[in-house]
């Protein structure tokens, strides 16, 4: 949005909102983050209908049963879906970054983080590079803080 | 089966624009409401019931707006409810409203509402947040990340082009130019969409609906108002809605229960809303679609969700323009949400443009013989959807 032309209408009387949180997270989250913490990508499994979710939740909305085991994710799995983003949204990453829904060896549904280490200089041409079916590895960053960006994706060395 | 029957029996729409800047919220609210309940023939006194169509309101930057807009469409003294199930708000009212009447509790209820997306700067910012704080919004999901990756996923499932989206925009945009209320409009070109800046691959600038104002209004009535104050309605004669996981990941794989690159969800609220109206064949029997479509990429997967076309399919058709005005079915005469897109009440106007031309008041626009019309709405991580088909006979 053109923001100089805004702020020059004298029928415009500008406001902002500065709002701060504390979320609680719960048990489930709080095992699946003491895990990413070991390096481990923990999953719920419902022994009922034999599947497996991340993230991980503490009721299974197939079977409606509440999830009774763990299980350790396969550190790598297929892109089921991906972007590359080359415009900067307000309060979001610097451009180009790449995001795509993985689905982890051993998981029924996939989650979504960064690929990393990919030139993207050529979106057309990296775009290529992701299509849905395309293997990727996790890769942990070094000192994991217990948070969703402790890991994330990337192609298999070429 | 409904108790009463229920018919649209009037429409207001204000101009959608970035920025109106000549009237507060509440007076652009108002302004729907009074072109709705005039387009009627009614007062506000003989409103029974309203229902307030209003989607996030970090947008507009008021918390909780319906409280403010009461005053401003006659709420006064009258039940009022709120219904928000994001960009499906609009048709989520709808189907609020016509449950009210259906049910017999109310003869006449105005749903209405507006919205001002670009009061902010930061709307894709506000859009991040709707997703889960722990393990998505750190991922930059916004409207148009969320969609580009079903796009992405589609794209590769049935060998679309960008090309073949461009030439929805084109057309959407072609359409526009008849609505004195569109947003966006005119004669483009395939190469302008294709050269216009990348955003989040496979979407260009073009592919993407704008941040509008404005506001919208239907009023809906039971058959004996109906009767007594308006000679060409447009019925309610199917409605269908459903709702789908936050996770779009569950959506995505073997182990998916609806497709999300194939709006699956949609295929469950036309059969329903089908069943209601009598439609077992929807490309004979339905001129008109207003389809919930902010993105190029969002109109195919919807058509085919709701059996105009086998999967994979509505790209071919598109190309080779059955989906022009006046052609096997006329897609988005309005020029639909490409064009325009406040989001609160996108799903009213997504009704409200196909009542129009039911009931042959749809301006330059209008198409000859409208005897059925569908509109549909999506919200949430494309997670709330509904459907609503108008006829001009009862069923």
């Known amino acids: ?79 089921e879906a991906a972007t590359i983003v080359s415009v900067q949204f307000e309060n979001l990453p610097r451009p180009p970054y790449a995001i795509a829904y993985v689905r982890l ?13 990919m030139d993207l200089s050529n979106v057309e041409h990296a775009a290529q590079r992701l299509n849905p079916g395309t293997r990727v590895r996790v890769e942990f960053i070094d000192n994991p803080q217990g948070r969703i960006t402790d890991f994330h994706y990337v192609l298999p060395a070429a | 089966m409904p108790k009463n029957r229920v018919a649209v029996i009037g429409v207001g729409e204000t101009p959608f624009r970035a920025h109106v800047t000549d009237k507060t919220y509440v007076e652009l609210s108002q302004d729907a409401a009074k072109a709705a309940l005039e387009d009627a023939g009614l007062t506000p006194d003989d409103v029974d019931a309203i229902v307030f ?22 709420a ?30 109310y003869r006449t209820v105005l749903v209405v509402g507006a919205d001002r997306v670009a009061e902010t700067p930061d709307a894709q910012h506000i859009l991040n947040l709707i997703w889960d704080p722990f393990y998505e919004q750190d991922f930059a999901l916004n409207t148009v990340t969320m969609t580009a990756l079903a796009t992405q996923r589609y794209m590769h499932k049935y060998g679309t082009t960008e090309e073949q989206f461009a030439r929805v925009v084109v057309r959407s945009r072609k359409n526009a130019l008849q609505n004195p209320n569109a947003h966006l409009k005119g004669n483009i070109t395939v190469d302008d969409v294709m050269k216009s800046p990348r955003m989040s691959w496979p979407y260009k600038l073009f592919d993407i609906c704008p941040r509008s104002s404005g506001a919208a209004a239907v009023v809906l009535a039971n058959e004996e108002v109906t009767k007594r104050h308006c000679s060409r309605p447009a019925f309610i004669n199917g409605i269908g809605g459903l709702t789908s996981t936050v996770f779009m990941g569950d959506r995505v794989g073997p182990y998916s229960d609806a497709e999300f690159c194939d709006e699956a969800e949609l295929k469950f609220a036309g059969k329903e809303a089908y069943a209601q109206a009598g439609i077992t064949n929807p490309m004979k029997q339905i001129q008109v679609v207003e389809l919930y479509d902010p993105f190029s990429s969002i109109q195919f997967p919807q058509l085919e969700s709701l059996g105009f076309c086998e999967r994979g399919r509505a790209q071919d058709l598109s190309d080779d323009g059955s989906f022009d005005m006046g052609a096997m079915l006329s897609v988005n005469p309005s020029g639909g949400t490409l064009c325009s897109n406040p989001i609160g009440v996108t799903g009213l106007v997504r009704v409200a443009d196909a009542a129009l ?15 059925n019309a569908l509109s549909t709405a999506i919200g949430g991580s494309v997670q709330f959807v509904n459907c ?7 069923v």
């Open chain 1, 1 to 79: 949005m053109p923001k100089q032309e805004v702020m020059n209408n004298a029928n415009i009387i500008t406001g902002e909102w500065h709002v701060r949180y504390n979320y609680s997270i719960g048990k489930v989250a709080g095992k699946f983050f003491e895990g990413l913490k070991h390096k481990k990508i923990l999953a719920t499994h419902c022994s009922k209908c034999g599947l497996s979710f991340l993230p991980p939740r503490a009721y299974c909305e197939r079977s409606f049963e509440p999830f009774d085991q763990w299980v350790e994710a396969g550190l790598e799995g297929v892109i």
């Open chain 1, 105 to 117: 060896d051993g998981v029924s549904t996939a989650l979504i983080n960064f690929v990393r280490g």
């Open chain 2, 53 to 74: 169509s209003m989607a996030p309101t970090q947008f507009m930057g008021v918390n909780d707006v319906e409280k403010w807009a009461v005053d401003s469409i006659w």
């Open chain 2, 76 to 105: 006064s003294g009258k039940p009022l409810m709120r219904v928000h199930t994001g960009g499906a708000t609009g048709g989520s009212a709808l189907h609020a409203g016509y449950a009210h009447v259906a049910s017999g509790m």
């Open chain 2, 357 to 371: 031309q039911i009931m042959g008041k749809a301006g330059k626009n209008q198409l000859p013989d409208v005897q």
């Open chain 2, 388 to 394: 609503t088909v108008l006829g001009a006979d009862y």
